[in-house]
């Protein structure tokens, strides 16, 4: 397991990041990653984008901006705890993300690549419940806003001279 600062350091002054966000909003803590962008809102460094359940349809609009790095949030089924976030690999992100998309999430992250040269890193939440109509869980909420604070933190850190 990668810790996300960890995971995030290739992220300098330079870079021209996009976070997009995945997921169903309807579907309990499917919803994190569309909750995490709203919270984010807009910051002065990080584009960011809720993709909803199709990311494949956003691609030309994500290779128009010409990202150096695009961090892909979404709910997966890693290890431990709901709540529980991690940096997921390129190499196993369909067995734990497969929640809602309708094209493997692998074949859309290898045409960005194809398309502007980005580097994926791809962050995903542990959730506990993804039945439809149920609110998400206190868990999965804090870790979305944990999150939102790292990223925060990270656009007002980069956005300093």
């Given at each position: 397991?990668i810790?996300?600062?960890?995971g ?30 709203r ?10 984008l ?22 892909i ?5 890693i ?15 369909d067995?734990?993300?497969?929640t809602?998309h ?15 040269g ?15 109509g ?7 909420v804090?870790a ?18």
């Amino acid at each position: 397991m990668i810790n996300i600062s960890e995971g995030l350091k290739s992220i300098t002054k330079e870079s021209k990041p996009v976070i997009i966000g995945m997921g169903n909003d309807i579907n309990a803590d499917d919803g994190i990653a569309p909750h995490i962008i709203r919270e984010l809102g807009e910051l002065k460094f990080f584009i960011t984008l809720d993709v909803g359940t199709l990311p494949e349809n956003f691609t030309k609009k994500i290779a128009e901006m010409c990202p150096s790095h695009i961090i892909i949030l979404d709910a997966a089924m890693i290890e431990g705890q709901p709540g529980t976030t991690e940096i997921v690999e390129p190499g196993i992100v369909d067995e734990v993300i497969f929640t809602t998309h309708h094209i493997p999430l692998s074949y859309t992250i290898q045409r960005l690549k194809a398309m502007c040269g980005a580097e994926v890193i791809i962050i995903g939440i542990k959730p506990k419940i993804l039945d439809t109509g149920m609110p998400m869980t206190p868990a999965v909420v804090e870790a979305g806003d944990e999150i939102v604070q790292l990223f925060k933190e990270l656009d007002k850190k980069l956005n300093t001279d």
